[in-house]
């Protein structure tokens, strides 16, 4: 083999094992790290707290009308930072039939769902169901990806941490299972809905889209889909003009537990997988439970910390390394 034919080779076998190598890697971290940890809990914080400015609004503006405003002015306040950054959108034409349909599926429709459901059953079994997000997450994760498939360990923490949610929520809710059955559907739905807009946004990533360019194509999306809606079943025209601490509740919403919250949210896909970003709807209810108690002075009953507890055992089965601590190191083998 002469000298230019032996570069060659040597060239191309270094070229094919750097392209097997990035074969191996997966897309996502299945177990998280401290900084997918933190991103996670502070989504929780985050959208916990929206319960109290969510109450504010809806009493003094329809509930069509409130979604088009949050998404709205968390679209505007989005774009408003990409100009002050003099940052391009990142959002190129071949996106945004994608953009539109995560916009439907993670904003447009189980918002609108869980608004009419709400107006049938109560806010706390609206609470219950939104928490199977988490098992819809899984069962669509391991249908549609290759690399979040399901486990018995992450079922088995899924389905703990949903037991918590509805230890905490309260048993008598419980008992209205099977009423308004159409209302609960529509929960159900919006739930599945959000799990699908889970693993559609994993998409992004590959295309090269950033998080905040995401976020600021689906709410954009959302607005203008919802506009229309809002203008033909609301008629805001009509309305009386909301007071000011709605409009206040209504910009907190868009700001931070829109346009910030859903930042993190599409970074925590992006490094974790769609499967633990979804893990936030099991702790929202227990956030909102501390809250209300911290805040307004509610009482913390004894279920509360027991549902705390199988949540936390949930979350520690899904993540994997705290149950690895207890698994036998296997014995190394003698050298031959």
């Not at 929780?44 to 969510?54: E, K, L, R």
């Not at 930042?263 to 633990?276: E, M, Q």
């Amino acid at each position: 083999m002469t000298k230019l034919d032996q570069e060659a080779f040597e060239s191309k076998l270094r070229e094919a094992a750097e392209q097997a190598g990035s074969h191996d890697q997966p897309m996502i971290r299945s177990v998280m790290n401290r900084s997918d940890w933190m991103t996670l809990i502070g989504l929780a914080v985050i959208w916990g707290s929206a319960f109290f400015c969510i109450h504010v609004a809806v009493h003094s503006v329809p509930p069509l009308t409130y979604v088009w405003l949050r998404v709205t002015i968390a679209a505007a306040a989005l774009w408003g930072y990409l100009a002050w950054r003099r940052e391009p959108a990142g959002l190129p034409k071949s996106v945004w039939g994608s953009m539109i349909l995560l916009a439907l599926l993670n904003n447009v429709i189980p918002f609108v769902l869980f608004g009419w459901g709400q107006t049938h059953i109560a806010s706390g079994l609206a609470s219950i169901l939104n928490a199977t997000t988490p098992i819809w997450g899984v069962i669509v994760a391991h249908v549609f990806t290759q690399d979040e498939r399901m486990t018995p360990r992450k079922i088995a923490g899924v389905l703990l941490g949903f037991g918590g949610v509805a230890l905490m929520i309260g048993p008598d809710l419980l008992g209205s299972i099977g009423n308004n059955v159409l209302a609960q559907l529509a929960c159900v739905t919006a739930a599945l809905l959000y799990a699908l807009a889970g693993v559609w946004a994993r998409r992004f990533k590959r295309q090269g889209v950033s998080p905040l360019s995401v976020t600021t194509g689906q709410l954009t999306a959302s607005a203008i889909v919802m506009l229309p809606v809002a203008l033909i079943f609301d008629r805001p025209w009509v309305q009386a003009i909301p007071p000011l601490n709605a409009l206040a509740a209504i910009a907190v919403l868009a700001v931070i537990c829109s346009a910030y919250a859903y930042i993190l949210y599409f970074r925590l896909i992006d490094s974790a997988g769609a499967t633990n970003a979804l893990l936030v709807t099991l702790l929202v209810p227990p956030v909102a439970i501390v809250m209300g108690a911290l805040i307004l002075g509610e009482v913390i009953e004894p279920r509360d910390f027991a549902g705390l507890g199988f949540i936390a055992l949930g979350l520690a089965a899904i993540d994997g390394r705290l149950l690895n601590l207890f698994r036998r190191p296997e014995p190394r083998r003698a050298a031959s």
